[in-house]
């Protein structure tokens, strides 16, 4: 049986899966990179050609495999490389996040922001941000398949 | 069985009949009776001696409109009689590209409400013999003696919560309508989860979820799961594990409900279906009031003619996480 926030074992950091665009948010992340501001290493990157890319079920996933926190980030709404995707995923993941919340997932486990190219600085402050709060609230237990194991 | 209702199966008969048996329609969907009084299955009439088990009474609760998924492989016209439920589904195919509008023949049933018979049961307090019906009472027969309940009291919750029992969609109305009915409450239950923390929720629908076989008879029946290739089949990528775990059924359970929102018709044959009783009309109106709430109010099922509203967007939407 799985448990929901589960103690916070010593040394406990969390594991946090950030799918970012490719011509907004990841290029946002190469900036922080490149101006040399630091994020936390708690943050895994996995790119997706847009954020009306994400099948809900890449969440879900990452729930089950070990995250304790997902983010996406996209362009800013009206600057979607591909024009509309980010419409779509607004309204996708607004519907998306509110039913992970209703199965009893903290709000701050799943969120969106929107994050361009030239905001290497916001890249950096919303990636801290997320794992701060995450490190407060605890690790996930919520879906987690009890096969998985963190490797050491 | 109610003299109203055999009169209108006789009804319904003789004008199916006329389009059966004159050749405008290769099939007609309907229901007969099956091994028990208390359930009426799919009836699929070919011919006259098909249309002589033809039944119309308060037991047709299943949805006929998924069947014609199947049967317009065959069939060049199918006829099909529909409930306010039945209907609804009709149009979510039909917006799913999944039916051929003049392919169909739909014979519109305004619906009294189905009864259950576990409810019926309860209240006969006995083993149930049978029943009858007239003007808005049911009487139980048991061994024992007889008894008289409200018909509303022995709705099948689907149906009690039922806002369109009128089709929405016909070539033909066969009986009179029913009427929309007002003030439904269907989100009770979902607000009630809302006042939980995320953690008791969480235990909640652990719970649950914990009986599901997946089987997969709620997608069976469910006219928005009409894919040729479900994501729990799927092999590659294995979205869907089989393993009997509580995160591989809250896969299921919230994919299955988000792949509705916006498009489930909310006719609660998913619940019905189940053979463990899981809750999923909690899980679809949850999406149902949500979406409506953020993106205007949209009824799946009603307007063939209107996006549904994830397939649309506004610029200035709202979101539901803290940047707009
Ligand atoms: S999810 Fe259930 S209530 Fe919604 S359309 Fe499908 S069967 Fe009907
Ligand atoms: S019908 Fe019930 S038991 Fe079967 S898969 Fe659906 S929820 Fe699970």
């Given at each position: 049986?799985?448990?929901?926030?589960?103690?916070?074992?010593?040394?406990?950091?969390?594991?946090?899966?950030?799918?970012?665009?490719?011509?907004?948010?990841?290029?946002?992340?190469?900036?922080?990179?490149?101006?040399?501001?630091?994020?936390?290493?708690?943050?895994?990157?996995?790119?997706?050609?847009?954020?009306?890319?994400?099948?809900?079920?890449?969440?879900?996933?990452?729930?089950?495999?070990?995250?304790?926190?997902?983010?996406?980030?996209?362009?800013?709404?009206?600057?979607?490389?591909?024009?509309?995707?980010?419409?779509?995923?607004?309204?996708?993941?607004?519907?998306?996040?509110?039913?992970?919340?209703?199965?009893?997932?903290?709000p701050e486990r799943f969120e969106v922001r929107w994050i361009s190219s030239s905001e290497g600085d916001k890249f950096a402050e919303e990636m801290t941000g997320i794992t701060e709060r995450i490190k407060a609230l605890g690790p996930n237990g919520k879906m987690r398949d009890a096969r998985w194991q963190k490797k050491a | 069985m109610a003299e109203k209702s055999?009169?209108?199966?006789?009804?319904?008969?003789?004008?199916?009949?006329?389009?059966?048996?004159?050749?405008?329609?290769?099939?007609?969907?309907?229901?007969?009776?099956?091994?028990?009084?208390?359930?009426?299955?799919?009836?699929?009439?070919?011919n006259e001696a098909d249309l002589e088990k033809l039944t119309w009474d308060s037991f047709c609760v299943i949805n006929l409109s998924r069947y014609l998924l199947e049967e317009l492989k065959e069939h060049g016209k199918v006829g099909v009689l529909v409930k306010g439920c039945d209907a609804r589904?009709?149009?979510?195919?039909?917006?799913?590209?999944?039916?051929?509008?003049?392919?169909?023949?739909?014979?519109?049933?305004?619906?009294?409400?189905?009864?259950?018979?576990?409810?019926?049961?309860?209240?006969?307090?006995?083993?149930?013999?049978?029943?009858?019906?007239?003007?808005?009472?049911?009487?139980?027969?048991?061994?024992?003696?007889?008894?008289?309940?409200?018909?509303?009291?022995?709705?099948?919750?689907?149906?009690?919560?039922?806002?369109?029992?009128?089709?929405?969609?016909?070539?033909?109305?066969?009986?009179?309508p029913q009427g929309k009915k007002e003030g439904v409450e269907r989100f009770k239950s979902v607000e009630d989860l809302e006042e939980l923390t995320p953690d008791e929720r969480f235990a909640y629908w652990e719970g649950e979820l914990s009986r599901c076989l997946r089987c997969y008879a709620c997608r069976q029946v469910c006219p928005f799961c009409s894919c040729r290739e479900c994501f729990v089949e799927q092999d590659n990528p294995r979205w869907q594990g089989r393993a009997y775990q509580p995160g591989e059924n809250f896969m299921f359970h919230l994919v299955r409900a988000y792949h509705g929102t916006g498009r489930c018709i909310d006719c609660g044959e998913c619940e019905r279906a189940c053979p463990v009783d899981i809750p999923l009309q909690e899980l679809n109106r949850k999406l149902i009031k949500d979406i409506n709430q953020l993106y205007g109010d949209y009824e799946a099922g009603v307007d063939a003619e209107a996006d549904p509203p994830l397939l649309t967007y506004r610029p200035d939407d709202p979101a539901a996480f803290s940047e707009k």
């Open positions: 049986m799985s448990v929901g926030v589960k103690e916070k074992a010593a040394g406990w950091e969390p594991l946090i899966v950030a799918f970012c665009c490719n011509w907004c948010s990841y290029a946002g992340g190469d900036l922080a990179g490149t101006s040399r501001l630091t994020y936390p290493s708690n943050v895994k990157v996995i790119r997706v050609p847009c954020s009306g890319r994400m099948n809900p079920m890449f969440v879900l996933r990452a729930f089950q495999r070990g995250a304790d926190g997902v983010i996406v980030a996209g362009c800013h709404p009206g600057d979607c490389h591909y024009s509309t995707g980010n419409y779509s995923a607004r309204r996708r993941l607004s519907a998306f996040k509110r039913l992970v919340e209703f199965a009893g997932f903290e | 055999l009169k209108e199966a006789e009804k319904i008969r003789e004008i199916v009949g006329q389009d059966l048996l004159g050749g405008r329609i290769g099939l007609l969907l309907g229901w007969e009776k099956g091994h028990y009084w208390w359930q009426s299955r799919p009836l699929f009439a070919k589904a009709f149009n979510r195919l039909l917006q799913d590209n999944m039916v051929a509008r003049d392919r169909v023949v739909l014979y519109g049933l305004p619906c009294p409400g189905m009864l259950d018979y576990g409810r019926l049961n309860e209240e006969a307090g006995g083993a149930l013999i049978s029943i009858s019906e007239s003007n808005g009472s049911v009487t139980l027969k048991t061994g024992t003696g007889e008894k008289s309940v409200e018909r509303d009291q022995v709705l099948m919750k689907k149906c009690a919560e039922c806002v369109y029992p009128d089709p929405v969609v016909y070539d033909q109305l066969l009986l009179s």
